[in-house]
């Protein structure tokens, strides 16, 4: 198969905010406890973090990390998770039905983030909490001092502000599993009411307004528009999620399942303009897709897990060789669209259908859907080139997909052109001919694949590397142009820069 793909300089979806490669860490299953703190494992550092967990995270350059919910966030009080640990309550979280030890709050998590090389997004409860205690939360985190919250932390051992910029007003409100969900009626007024007190303590911080839990719901679109209208002068971003699975095994439609986020990304840009209309504003509202990710696998265990424990296993789907290429065209989707969505959380970071596994005592594990985020961290910081494409496609449940799912970014401090790209045939090669003419000097100067015979090969704590990227041999350029070939079903990263 043949396709081709010109990148013009000029031609540009602008800046990707480096926030795209966020990810989400939460109160529920493993991702915390044994997660990302194990205080007696061997690598535990002076607070009880695993530094093998630390050194994976880093690796994937993670900008920012939402916590501590999710679901969780709904019933949350955060002044649990802060102070002496011996005064802290163990409380039933309702969300997800276990035992939550509040060993691990605000005051250790922000800290975590600092080790990690990230900062947090933190949720704050608009379910069984609102408005005062959101103000709250800014007061304790960001206050200098002088004030109750602030003197709170300070007291706690704190004297420097956390300095916390990204807030999220609550999480999925619309969804009746939700600990106090609301009507769109009822979230406008809170979250702005919220919003206004958060922004009055602290003038400095960015809010983002729940969107709907996805696109299926059944108020899409109108909690939207309901939302905002209520909020759109206090909050800067709108949230959107979405999961997505391979669970009738129809592959071909699996790996076109990034046409539906990028059908839902422009429908919640149409919403927003719409609003934009109604209140004759200057303002635009950005997106925060602050959750997005295969899960699927492991739904049907975690429904057999008796509830009221501490930590256990839940949600801990182990990624195909097939899921990461689903990962690979959905994070070229979000790059495409970094003219407005420009923070992304790849929901969880770890244990917790995560790029990151732990075994409780033992080694940390990088799954299959590690390397497309590693790759598009490491290369797609830069200028987002629209690209012109001309490929062949076929039929699948969300119309017609291209068999090539690409984009280039242009990093030009670095002199480094990416091209990222995923070739959805499950059969043949895919000719991919790039016209580099407006990048004159650039040739190829690195390439790797990820590939696998079986599409449903995982990694696994004994063979963390069934599933690895693999150099390439570089392909010739002639005429400014250069035609190497995709494999079928792989994803591909190809880097051309002066050499
Ligand atoms: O990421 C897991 C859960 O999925 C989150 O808690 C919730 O917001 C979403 O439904």
């Excluded at 607070?47 to 050194?55: E, I, M, Q, S, T």
């Excluded at 439609?253 to 919640?268: E, K, P, Y």
């Excluded at 290429?325 to 244990?351: E, F, S, Y």
């Excluded at 704590?461 to 390439?472: G, H, I, Q, T």
Aim: one cysteine or more; glycine letters at 8%.
């Amino acid at each position: 198969m043949k396709a081709e793909l010109t990148l013009m300089g000029s031609f540009s979806a602008g800046d990707a905010d480096p926030r795209l490669f966020g990810s989400f860490i939460e109160h529920i299953g493993r991702a915390v406890y044994t997660g990302i703190y194990e205080p007696g494992h061997p690598t535990a550092d002076d607070c009880g973090f695993r530094k093998d967990v630390l050194a994976l995270v880093k690796r994937l350059n993670v900008p920012i990390v939402r916590y501590p919910g999710g679901n969780f966030v709904s019933g949350y009080q955060w002044e649990d998770g802060t102070g002496p640990r011996e005064l802290r309550p163990r409380r039933a979280d309702l969300a997800w039905q276990t035992i939550e030890t509040n060993e691990v709050g605000i005051d250790e998590f922000q800290e975590w983030a600092k080790r990690a090389g990230s900062e947090v997004m933190m949720a704050v409860n608009l379910g069984t909490r609102g408005p005062v205690e959101a103000r709250d939360l800014v007061e304790y985190c960001n206050f200098r001092g002088g004030t109750q919250q602030s003197d709170r932390r300070i007291r706690n051992g704190f004297r420097e502000p956390f300095g916390i910029r990204t807030w999220c007003l609550g999480n999925e409100m619309d969804g009746p599993w939700q600990i106090c969900a609301k009507t769109a009626e009822e979230y406008g007024r809170a979250a702005c009411e919220a919003a206004k007190m958060m922004k009055w303590a602290d003038p400095s911080i960015e809010l983002v307004a729940c969107g709907s839990s996805y696109a299926g719901m059944p108020t899409f679109g109108k909690w939207e528009t309901t939302v905002l209208e209520h909020t759109y002068d206090h909050i800067d971003y709108l949230s959107l999620h979405s999961y997505y699975g391979n669970r009738d095994g129809n592959t071909k439609d699996f790996l076109a399942c990034s046409l539906d986020m990028d059908q839902f990304i422009r429908s919640v840009e149409a919403a927003a303009d719409y609003v934009k209309a109604l209140k004759r504003s200057k303002k635009t509202i950005m997106l925060s897709f602050d959750e997005w990710n295969v899960w699927f696998h492991s739904v049907e265990a975690t429904a057999k897990i008796k509830p009221w424990s501490v930590a256990p296993p839940q949600n801990e789907d182990i990624y195909t060789f097939e899921d990461a290429l689903v990962v690979g065209c959905l994070l070229i989707t979000l790059l495409r669209h970094a003219d407005r969505v420009k923070i992304a959380c790849l929901a969880q970071l770890v244990n917790v259908i995560a790029p990151i596994m732990t075994e409780p005592g033992g080694r940390a594990w990088a799954q299959t859907i590690f390397y497309p985020f590693l790759d598009a961290s490491r290369y797609g910081r830069g200028r987002v080139l629209s690209p012109a494409l001309s490929c062949p496609t076929y039929e699948s449940r969300y119309g017609d997909a291209p068999y090539v799912e690409t984009v280039g970014v242009w990093n030009e401090e670095r002199e480094e052109l990416a091209i990222l790209a995923v070739n959805r045939s499950l059969s043949e090669d895919v000719e991919l001919s790039v016209d580099l003419r407006d990048f004159p000097g650039y040739l190829p100067k690195h390439r790797h694949v990820l590939s696998a015979d079986d599409l449903k090969l995982t990694n696994t704590a004994d063979r963390p590397e069934n599933v690895f990227p693999k150099e390439l041999p570089l392909p010739a350029v002639e005429d400014g142009k250069t035609t190497p070939v995709l494999p079928p079903h792989s994803w591909n990263v190809i880097i051309f820069g002066r050499r």
